[in-house]
């Protein structure tokens, strides 16, 4: 009998644990429990990249 | 001859070669808390030249030197303080 | 209705951002710390009407033409994403180049709200500024705030939902001087530009006091910039930070946690009494609660870390440490700049890492990037705190050292880089706009301790947690799924995994399958090692309540994990210079943007843990014991390949810069 309890009580607690990445994950957080989860690895707009390439200045606009 | 001058400038040891602009007229002769006019900017790195623009250093602009620490100097352009390396203040001609 | 918030760089965005959406990101009181756009929804109390309103908040720029790549992101966003609104953030105290960008903006077509922040400074330095007339002049609304105490946010934000749609008139349509100006001459058109915003300027402008003199913040910088005493009010102020984090204020608070951590498990083993199944009992109060009380042990720590990481850069100092660092850094190869991201490294590599975005130069990013991890985190904390305690009766040098030892690798790999990429890039200049010193607002830095102390309990309370459950389990049943008896534990699944690794670590002194396992679950995350050797070992009691003053439980610990003091210290030293955790790999990795440097980053960073672990535990065995340690021949040999390779990149003849631009010519 307190087995059974124990063993609900590990299987609960790792449950939650599983359950919280995963909406993390859902979310886009990258990891959890990381206070930049969400923009990490997240350049602004990720379809486009040249800012990050040459710098030569578009003076000319 | 554009590369033999770029190769040039790429040699750490730049002494003041009598190149035009590696005199006495750039920032590192300036006297501090006193304002000059920018003469220009002279450096190949048109980026830098163009980034300094729009911070308000170009000719025409005045600019103060409000200390020297060590090889940096805080120059004060349009109302801001920024610290500048060594070669960027010889870049800046007064 | 998307509004978008941009400006100078400094200029109170973040804290604008902060303020109206209730969000928390990172502030800092210098140019640079927003390097990513982020967006958030207006808090209902500031907005009273129905539409949903998101916020984008935009890395700082100088003008809409991109020369750094923050500006480029603001830039791109703007032409890109078309936001119904732009709320230019100007700072008031700097109104001759902040309306430089505000006309640009204003040509746009989509409509702005100008903010005048900061406005708390410009009362204290009695400026007076006509509000009416620069409207007027600029043709859009001007809101007065102050983002730092939130006055002016509410009327923001209702003329910012008058203005949608609507269309503005072009700042300076009246002047025919302007107008005169084609698209092709760029810098004459600009050039006029200033001069009419200067004229502009003083017309509603009235100021008592000329900014070019010397101010406060100026004879702050003589000393604290100083070319000699700079360095040593760095070295001080980075001491002071660790020493309270980590041997004072920091243990202080993790005795009483611990001691409730402990009473916690103590009550749960109660609970149980004798009931219940060894195996699952264990696991729950040695696997679960005490390998993540363990961990959670630390857990005031790492916030004091964070409150005084927070109050340094609130103070504006960050700047001048970059100055103050900028000569030594260009012998490296690197520039002042570099060093940001290493300071803020010591709190958690990963917006370290992402603060690299703000060095110009590709190279000089990239090898900051792969650098700024040797700097310890606050993750690698509880390790070194577990180990000064168990070790070295709790010596703050242990510590000190160890950021000393960062430092050192930080300067050879450096150079390391530059000899193997080859001299010949081009040198970037140094330029930095240096912030007025404040008095830094313990709200922030509390705030920021908050959020990351948050952010660890929950890291701790899911990976964590999972992590040492696995390896619990793992160390308690075989293959065959039978539970291990007592003295056999090198029979457990755990063992079997780890034995081949822990191989491969006997000439640093550490080959028990128990470190080996502990090290590799530090790649999950750095906290983990610490876990794991708790659970391992099931000394949990030790480090829970005694940690802090283990001098008789010490000896106990130490021959339970069969470390000599030197092989600890390379223990320690292996797991603080290896590759970080995977999070902070995979920042490297979005930094970096090369698998080739990618590789070769983590490659290092591998080598250097083990080179450096090896000198320690083998000149250490030699000079205490006159003798080397175990494995010293494969070992010597296993390191003499890893710096063979690594002279031969960096020592290879490769084409000369002539030649190369002959070759291009």
Same mark, same amino acid.
């Given at each position: 009998?307190?087995?059974?309890?124990?063993?609900?009580?590990?299987?609960?607690?790792?449950?939650?644990?599983?359950?919280?990445?995963?909406?993390?994950?859902?979310?886009?957080?990258?990891?959890?429990?990381?206070?930049?989860?969400?923009?990490?690895?997240?350049?602004?707009?990720?379809?486009?990249?040249?800012?990050?390439?040459?710098?030569?200045?578009?003076?000319?606009? | 001859?554009?590369?033999?001058?770029?190769?040039?400038?790429?040699?750490?040891?730049?002494?003041?070669?009598?190149?035009?602009?590696?005199?006495?007229?750039?920032?590192?002769?300036?006297?501090?808390?006193?304002?000059?006019?920018?003469?220009?900017?002279?450096?190949?790195?048109?980026?830098?030249?163009?980034?300094?623009?729009?911070?308000?250093?170009?000719?025409?602009?005045?600019?103060?030197?409000?200390?020297?620490?060590?090889?940096?100097?805080?120059?004060?352009?349009?109302?801001?303080?920024?610290?500048?390396?060594?070669?960027?203040?010889?870049?800046?001609?007064? | 209705?998307?509004?978008?918030?941009?400006?100078?760089?400094?200029?109170?965005?973040?804290?604008?951002?902060?303020?109206?959406?209730?969000?928390?990101?990172?502030?800092?009181?210098?140019?640079?710390?927003?390097?990513? @756009?982020?967006?958030?929804?207006?808090?209902?109390?500031?907005?009273?009407?129905?539409?949903?309103?998101?916020?984008?908040?935009?890395?700082?720029?100088?003008?809409?033409? *991109? &020369?750094?790549?923050?500006?480029?992101?603001?830039?791109? +966003?703007?032409?890109?994403?078309?936001?119904?609104?732009?709320?230019?953030?100007?700072?008031?105290?700097?109104?001759?180049?902040?309306?430089?960008?505000?006309?640009?903006?204003?040509?746009?077509?989509? *409509?702005?709200?100008?903010?005048?922040?900061?406005?708390?400074?410009?009362?204290?330095?009695?400026?007076?500024?006509?509000?009416?007339?620069?409207?007027?002049?600029?043709?859009?609304?001007?809101?007065?705030?102050?983002?730092?105490?939130?006055?002016?946010?509410?009327?923001?934000?209702? @003329?910012?939902?008058?203005?949608?749609?609507?269309?503005?008139?072009?700042?300076?349509?009246?002047?025919?001087?302007?107008?005169? +100006?084609?698209?092709?001459?760029?810098?004459?058109?600009?050039?006029?530009?200033?001069?009419?915003?200067?004229?502009?300027?003083?017309? !509603?402008?009235?100021?008592?006091?000329?900014?070019?003199?010397?101010?406060?913040?100026?004879?702050?910088?003589?000393?604290?910039?100083?070319?000699?005493?700079?360095?040593?009010?760095?070295?001080?102020?980075?001491?002071?930070?660790?020493?309270?984090?980590?041997?004072?204020?920091?243990? &202080?608070?993790?005795? +009483?946690?611990?001691?409730?951590?402990?009473?916690?498990?103590?009550?749960?083993?109660?609970?149980?009494?004798?009931?219940?199944?060894?195996?699952?009992?264990?696991?729950?109060?040695?696997?679960?609660?005490?390998?993540?009380?363990?961990?959670?042990?630390?857990?005031?720590?790492?916030?004091?870390? &964070?409150?005084?990481?927070?109050?340094?850069?609130?103070?504006?100092?960050?700047?001048?440490?970059?100055?103050?660092?900028?000569?030594?850094?260009?012998?490296?190869?690197?520039?002042?700049?570099?060093?940001?991201?290493?300071?803020?490294?010591?709190?958690?590599?990963? *917006?370290?890492?992402?603060?690299?975005?703000?060095?110009?130069?590709?190279?000089?990013?990239?090898?900051?990037?792969?650098?700024?991890?040797?700097?310890?985190?606050?993750?690698?904390?509880?390790?070194?705190?577990?180990?000064?305690?168990?070790?070295?009766?709790?010596?703050?040098?242990?510590?000190?050292?160890?950021?000393?030892?960062?430092?050192?690798?930080?300067?050879?790999?450096?150079?390391?880089?530059? @000899?193997?990429?080859?001299?010949?890039?081009?040198?970037?200049?140094?330029?930095?706009?240096?912030?007025?010193?404040?008095?830094?607002?313990?709200?922030?830095?509390?705030?920021?301790?908050?959020?990351?102390?948050?952010?660890?309990?929950?890291?701790? %309370?899911?990976?964590?947690?999972?992590?040492?459950?696995?390896?619990?389990?793992?160390?308690?049943?075989?293959?065959?799924?039978?539970?291990?008896?007592?003295?056999?534990?090198?029979?457990?699944?755990? %063992?079997?995994?780890?034995?081949?690794?822990?191989?491969?670590?006997? *000439?640093?002194?550490?080959?028990?399958?128990?470190?080996?396992?502990?090290?590799?679950?530090?790649?999950?995350?750095?906290?983990?090692?610490?876990?794991?050797?708790?659970?391992?070992?099931?000394?949990?009691?030790? !480090?829970?309540?005694?940690?802090?003053?283990?001098?008789?439980?010490?000896?106990?610990?130490?021959? %339970?994990?069969?470390?000599?003091?030197?092989?600890?210290?390379?223990?320690?030293?292996?797991?603080?210079?290896?590759?970080?955790?995977?999070?902070?790999?995979?920042?490297?990795?979005?930094?970096?943007?090369?698998?080739?440097?990618?590789?070769?980053?983590?490659?290092?960073?591998?080598?250097?843990?083990?080179?450096?672990? +090896?000198?320690?535990?083998?000149?250490?065995?030699?000079?205490?014991?006159?003798?080397?340690?175990?494995?010293?021949?494969?070992?010597?040999?296993?390191?003499?390949?890893?710096?063979?390779?690594?002279?031969?990149?960096?020592?290879?003849? @490769?084409?000369?810069?002539?030649?190369?631009?002959?070759?291009?010519?």
């Amino acid at each position: 009998m307190g087995d059974l309890l124990v063993l609900l009580v590990i299987v609960g607690v790792l449950f939650m644990a599983s359950w919280k990445l995963y909406r993390d994950k859902k979310n886009g957080i990258k990891c959890s429990g990381c206070a930049y989860g969400k923009t990490c690895g997240t350049t602004v707009c990720s379809e486009d990249k040249s800012y990050k390439k040459s710098t030569i200045p578009v003076l000319k606009k | 001859m554009e590369i033999a001058f770029v190769h040039k400038l790429f040699h750490r040891k730049a002494k003041g070669r009598g190149e035009k602009g590696f005199q006495e007229n750039n920032l590192t002769y300036a006297k501090v808390h006193t304002p000059y006019v920018v003469q220009g900017v002279h450096t190949k790195d048109k980026e830098m030249k163009d980034f300094l623009f729009t911070l308000g250093c170009y000719e025409g602009e005045e600019i103060t030197v409000i200390s020297v620490l060590a090889d940096n100097y805080v120059v004060h352009v349009k109302g801001a303080r920024y610290s500048i390396d060594q070669d960027l203040a010889r870049a800046i001609l007064i | 209705m998307r509004i978008a918030l941009a400006g100078n760089p400094n200029s109170g965005k973040t804290t604008l951002f902060n303020a109206i959406t209730g969000r928390v990101e990172h502030v800092g009181n210098w140019p640079g710390v927003t390097v990513a @756009k982020k967006e958030g929804d207006v808090k209902k109390e500031l907005y009273k009407g129905k539409k949903r309103i998101r916020v984008v908040d935009l890395p700082g720029a100088y003008s809409i033409a *991109p &020369f750094t790549s923050e500006e480029s992101v603001t830039s791109t +966003f703007i032409k890109n994403e078309q936001p119904d609104v732009i709320i230019n953030i100007v700072d008031a105290t700097n109104l001759s180049r902040s309306l430089l960008f505000t006309t640009q903006l204003l040509e746009l077509n989509i *409509p702005v709200v100008v903010a005048l922040n900061k406005k708390d400074l410009v009362d204290k330095k009695s400026i007076d500024i006509d509000v009416e007339k620069l409207s007027k002049k600029l043709h859009c609304p001007v809101v007065k705030t102050a983002s730092l105490n939130g006055a002016g946010l509410e009327e923001l934000l209702i @003329k910012a939902e008058e203005v949608v749609g609507t269309v503005q008139k072009r700042s300076f349509t009246e002047e025919k001087t302007f107008l005169a +100006f084609t698209e092709e001459d760029y810098e004459g058109k600009e050039k006029e530009r200033f001069r009419l915003v200067e004229s502009l300027v003083k017309d !509603i402008e009235v100021r008592q006091v000329a900014t070019a003199k010397e101010n406060g913040s100026d004879q702050i910088d003589r000393i604290v910039a100083h070319k000699y005493l700079g360095i040593p009010i760095f070295a001080a102020a980075m001491f002071l930070v660790f020493h309270l984090s980590q041997s004072t204020v920091g243990p &202080f608070l993790a005795d +009483f946690l611990t001691g409730w951590i402990d009473a916690f498990g103590e009550g749960v083993a109660n609970l149980l009494g004798e009931n219940v199944s060894p195996v699952l009992s264990a696991l729950l109060i040695d696997g679960i609660i005490g390998g993540v009380g363990a961990v959670v042990g630390f857990l005031p720590l790492i916030m004091v870390l &964070f409150f005084l990481l927070g109050l340094m850069e609130d103070s504006g100092y960050m700047a001048r440490v970059a100055v103050v660092m900028d000569r030594y850094l260009k012998r490296v190869g690197l520039s002042g700049k570099s060093i940001i991201p290493m300071v803020i490294g010591t709190g958690c590599a990963i *917006p370290g890492i992402m603060a690299t975005r703000t060095i110009k130069d590709v190279r000089q990013r990239r090898t900051t990037a792969m650098l700024t991890p040797f700097m310890p985190c606050g993750a690698k904390l509880p390790i070194i705190a577990l180990f000064s305690g168990v070790f070295f009766q709790n010596s703050a040098w242990i510590g000190t050292s160890m950021y000393f030892v960062g430092i050192f690798i930080i300067i050879l790999g450096a150079l390391m880089v530059k @000899k193997i990429t080859g001299e010949g890039a081009a040198r970037s200049f140094f330029i930095m706009e240096l912030p007025e010193y404040r008095v830094p607002s313990i709200k922030r830095a509390l705030l920021s301790m908050w959020s990351q102390g948050k952010a660890f309990v929950v890291k701790a %309370a899911t990976i964590i947690l999972l992590c040492n459950a696995a390896i619990h389990m793992m160390q308690s049943f075989t293959w065959n799924f039978q539970v291990v008896e007592e003295g056999m534990e090198a029979t457990s699944i755990l %063992a079997s995994i780890a034995t081949p690794f822990s191989i491969l670590l006997i *000439p640093l002194g550490f080959g028990a399958w128990q470190l080996a396992a502990a090290a590799i679950t530090g790649f999950i995350a750095k906290e983990n090692v610490v876990g794991t050797l708790a659970v391992v070992y099931g000394i949990t009691n030790f !480090i829970n309540v005694e940690e802090f003053e283990l001098i008789s439980g010490a000896g106990d610990v130490a021959s %339970a994990m069969g470390l000599t003091t030197v092989s600890a210290l390379a223990y320690l030293v292996f797991n603080l210079f290896t590759p970080p955790c995977f999070a902070a790999i995979g920042a490297m990795n979005a930094e970096l943007e090369s698998k080739k440097w990618l590789a070769g980053g983590v490659s290092f960073q591998l080598g250097m843990g083990y080179v450096v672990a +090896f000198l320690v535990y083998q000149v250490g065995t030699l000079v205490t014991t006159g003798a080397f340690g175990q494995g010293f021949l494969p070992g010597l040999v296993a390191v003499s390949l890893m710096v063979g390779t690594v002279l031969y990149f960096m020592y290879r003849k @490769k084409p000369s810069y002539e030649e190369e631009l002959k070759e291009m010519a």
